[in-house]
């Protein structure tokens, strides 16, 4: 059996009929335009999940459990990224990825792919790469192996993840790394061309963060990413979705204008829009927990609220389910040492104000 597809189409993909969500195979018709595309994709609710960490999936029943319940898309947070995969050139190491998999083909649920061309997790092989010939070798051999073994189960990749600097100058400027170095903007393109040469119906993202909040580097941050979009585009590489990282700063307002004109401008590109890696960070937030949690549950819904004014997303993810295992990166460790409440459950796995805002747009528990 394979995992479901996608409740909808790829944009650009013509293909096919409108599949629907896990478990019902009845087929829609086939739209005719793109108008009627676009429609019957923004009258399906978008699919909310969370990023799997594969060591508790599995080592911890109560964690699936929670998974199972709140999940009808996942993405694995470890496990596909190089590091892993790929300890030596000519190993591959499926186990991880295998094991989501399954776990998602086993639940009923949908699964993204997280990731194929990042400048982090890398292992320490590729800094030996030296020549465009090399780089370009090294990632066509990743993509065909890792898209191709989940040909059929991933139903969307991101392809590319953080392309755009931290804080882009000019809209031209993109991330310094080893793709960029040695092929150039290129890389974009032909890593989507890679992918969808290995899966034809696999949904194709470029990922990125820091796209949401009210501030210049922001707005540079936008503004990169639709020079980006247009450039390939132009270049006439596939590609259907662009994911929103949404990892929220707690303290920092969502500017709500600017992040519906970057969303009805990728729409107008007719790209779906995904929310990938949802949290709040709160290291800034008071410490008093009630309050805390409201903070974060208003920062979520305010980024919410605008995102499907602009549009249904595909799919809603958060980076995590639990405070008790939420990714913490050293410099948003809080300063008075209190433990981050970031992810919709709390370390006992009962839902905190943000679980209902995931709800009011449409999150549903599964009782079984
Ligand atoms: O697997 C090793 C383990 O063997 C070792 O004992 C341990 C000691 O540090 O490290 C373990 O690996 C860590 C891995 O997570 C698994 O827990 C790495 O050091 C650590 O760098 C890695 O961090 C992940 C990070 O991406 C880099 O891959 C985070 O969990 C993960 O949440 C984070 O996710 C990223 C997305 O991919 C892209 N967007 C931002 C997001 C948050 O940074």
Redesign the pocket.
């Known amino acids: 059996m394979r995992v479901p597809a996608l409740p909808y189409e790829p944009i650009p993909d013509r293909r096919a009929a409108l599949r629907l969500v896990a478990g019902s195979f009845a087929a829609l018709a086939v739209p005719t335009t793109r108008a009627e595309q676009l429609s019957l994709e923004r009258a399906k609710p978008p699919l909310f999940g969370s990023?799997v960490?594969p060591?508790l999936l599995e080592s911890d029943p109560v964690y699936r459990a929670a998974l199972r319940r709140h999940c009808r898309i996942v993405v694995p947070?470890?496990g596909l990224?190089w590091?892993?995969l790929r300890p030596t050139p000519d190993e591959f190491r499926f186990r991880y990825g295998d094991a989501i998999a399954a776990f998602a083909q086993q639940n009923g649920l949908i699964m993204r792919g997280?990731?194929l061309v990042?400048h982090?997790?890398m292992p320490e092989w590729t800094s030996a790469l030296q020549s465009a010939r090399e780089v370009q070798a090294a990632m066509t051999f990743h993509i065909e192996n890792v898209v191709g073994r989940y040909a059929g189960r991933i139903a969307s990749w991101?392809v590319v993840?953080?392309p755009l600097p931290e804080d882009p100058g000019p809209p031209s400027d993109r991330r310094d790394t080893v793709w960029h170095r040695h092929l150039g903007e290129s890389y974009v393109a032909l890593a989507l061309r890679l992918a969808a040469a290995a899966d034809p119906h696999a949904e194709l993202v470029i990922?990125e963060?820091d796209l949401e909040h009210s501030g210049e580097r922001f707005d540079r941050k936008r503004a990169a990413m639709l020079d980006l979009v247009a450039k390939v585009r132009g270049a006439g590489a596939p590609l259907h979705a662009i994911g929103l990282?949404a990892?929220l700063r707690g303290e920092r307002t969502i500017d709500r204008v600017a992040l519906r004109k970057l969303i009805l401008e990728l729409r107008q590109m007719e790209l779906q829009i995904l929310v990938?890696?949802l949290d709040v960070i709160d290291w800034a937030l008071p410490f008093d927990i009630e309050t805390r949690d409201r903070l974060v549950a208003d920062r979520a819904e305010e980024f919410l609220e605008t995102v499907f004014e602009a549009c249904t997303p595909g799919a809603v993810l958060t980076?995590?389910l639990s405070d008790r295992h939420a990714?913490i990166?050293a410099h948003f460790k809080r300063r008075d040492g209190a433990p981050n409440r970031l992810l919709p459950l709390d370390d006992d796995y009962r839902p905190k104000p943000l679980m209902n805002v995931l709800r009011r747009f449409g999150a549903t528990d599964r009782s079984d």
Request: proline share 4%.
């Open positions: 990023a960490n060591r947070e470890g990224k590091a892993g997280h990731t990042w982090m997790a991101d993840n953080e990922n963060y990282q990892h990938t890696e980076w995590g990714w990166p």
